[in-house]
């Protein structure tokens, strides 16, 4: 499988007693807890996991749906959380080895999710600046962009020349975003049959997120390798009293 390198965010929902019984003096906060479920006490040693259950049928059509190629680029993918974004600048992200530039449209009170290439000699447009009309400045030449991805403005065009920025190549692709549980999301490809894609079919959910009666953190940290890599090592806790040492609160090495 082709390694996808990019970005992660991740969110962990906790009790906050949990959080502070878990680790007395981390060297680094590491954000992983675990909910209490509230019928149980907080001593781990009393905290019992009962296997689901549940009954499955498969049908010869979901046997051939399972077959199907999975398409990493037909889903919405978490960028950044919320507070992490500064308002007043654009910021620059790759996900699945996507370059993308997410920055604020004052506009239309959205977050938006451009190509990070500016359409006329390929600059990325996370270096650049948001002008006093909202819109995304380019920091090559100054070419605006709105938050359709319309060039609004192209400064060097004469005032007498045809109005070159009206062109459709002077657009920047724009990706499918919204915000939900406080992070943005894009969906990773500019078809334009994907535009209105969060009108059947939205990010995963995360209720409790949403409920007050829960704290958690997000942080988001760039990683060199892929997705698939991550999953497996969160999936093998095994690795954790060795590879993390002296880092975290473990049962000591055998
Ligand atoms: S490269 Fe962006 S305006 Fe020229």
Same mark, same amino acid.
């Given at each position: 499988?082709?390694?996808?390198?990019?970005?992660?965010?991740?969110?962990?929902?906790?009790?906050?007693?949990?959080?502070?019984?878990?680790?007395?003096?981390?060297?680094?906060?590491?954000?992983?807890?675990?909910?209490?479920?509230?019928?149980?006490?907080?001593?781990?040693?009393?905290?019992?996991?009962?296997?689901?259950?549940?009954?499955?049928?498969?049908?010869?059509?979901?046997?051939?749906?399972?077959?199907?190629?999975?398409?990493?680029?037909?889903?919405?993918?978490?960028?950044?959380?919320?507070?992490?974004?500064?308002?007043?600048?654009?910021?620059?992200?790759?996900?699945?080895?996507?370059?993308?530039?997410?920055?604020?449209?004052?506009?239309?009170?959205?977050?938006?999710?451009?190509?990070?290439?500016?359409?006329?000699?390929?600059?990325?447009?996370?270096?650049?600046?948001?002008?006093?009309?909202?819109?995304?400045?380019?920091?090559?030449?100054?070419?605006?962009?709105?938050?359709?991805?319309?060039?609004?403005?192209?400064?060097?065009?004469?005032?007498?020349?045809?109005?070159?920025?009206?062109?459709?190549?002077?657009?920047?692709?724009?990706?499918?975003?919204?915000?939900?549980?406080?992070?943005?999301?894009?969906?990773?490809? &500019?078809?334009?049959?994907?535009?209105?894609? %969060?009108?059947?079919?939205?990010?995963?959910? +995360?209720?409790? /997120?949403? @409920? !007050?009666?829960? &704290?958690?953190?997000?942080?988001?940290?760039? %990683?060199?390798?892929?997705?698939?890599?991550? +999953?497996?090592? /969160?999936? @093998? !806790?095994?690795?954790?009293?060795?590879?993390?040492?002296?880092?975290?609160?473990?049962?000591?090495?055998?």
């Amino acid at each position: 499988m082709k390694a996808l390198s990019g970005s992660a965010s991740f969110t962990v929902s906790s009790s906050p007693s949990i959080t502070t019984t878990q680790f007395s003096n981390p060297i680094f906060t590491f954000p992983y807890s675990y909910r209490k479920p509230n019928s149980l006490s907080l001593s781990p040693s009393l905290i019992q996991f009962t296997k689901p259950k549940f009954t499955a049928t498969v049908s010869t059509t979901e046997t051939v749906e399972q077959d199907e190629k999975f398409d990493w680029f037909s889903r919405w993918y978490a960028i950044m959380p919320v507070c992490d974004l500064d308002k007043r600048a654009p910021h620059g992200k790759r996900v699945l080895g996507v370059d993308v530039v997410v920055w604020w449209d004052k506009n239309e009170s959205a977050w938006k999710v451009f190509d990070d290439m500016c359409p006329h000699r390929l600059a990325p447009l996370s270096q650049g600046r948001i002008d006093q009309w909202g819109r995304l400045q380019c920091v090559y030449h100054g070419w605006c962009f709105s938050g359709s991805g319309e060039c609004k403005l192209i400064p060097q065009a004469s005032p007498d020349g045809p109005p070159v920025h009206t062109f459709q190549r002077a657009c920047v692709a724009v990706y499918p975003s919204v915000v939900q549980n406080g992070i943005v999301w894009f969906w990773p490809s &500019t078809d334009p049959q994907y535009k209105d894609i %969060i009108t059947k079919k939205k990010p995963p959910y +995360i209720p409790e /997120l949403d @409920d !007050p009666s829960f &704290t958690y953190k997000i942080f988001q940290r760039d %990683i060199a390798y892929g997705y698939e890599v991550l +999953i497996e090592n /969160l999936m @093998d !806790p095994a690795h954790v009293p060795y590879a993390h040492y002296g880092i975290l609160r473990t049962p000591p090495p055998r």
